[in-house]
C-alpha cells in the first residue's frame, strides 16, 4: 500500500502491529484533525475498534502528546508529518526501535 502512512488506513496499522503482536494492545491515536476520515476508518475496523484510544484537543497537549508517542512502544507515524518527524527523531536518539 504506497499511501497507507499518509491515509492511516486499518489494514496498514495492523500490518505493522500484528507481526510484532502488539495488535491486542491499546491504540492512542494522536492526531491534528485535519483527516477526520482517519478516525471514522480506524473506529470502523472491528479489530482496531476495541483498543483504539483518542487523545482529543479538549484533553490533549501537544507537550504531553509528543512524550505520549516517544514513550510508546510503537509508534506509527505520518510521513507528511512535522511532528512524527520530531517524534521518530526523538525515539531514535532514545535507542527505541518500532
Known sequence: DD???LTMTPDYIKSILKPLGMLQYPIVLISDGEDPSVLVRLKADPDI?????VVTHKTGWIGGDITLAVMSNVFIGNPASTFSGIIS???LALGFGH
Open 89 to 91: 527523531k526523538a525515539r
Open 3 to 5: 499511501k497507507g502512512a
Open 49 to 53: 475498534s476495541k483498543v483504539l484510544r
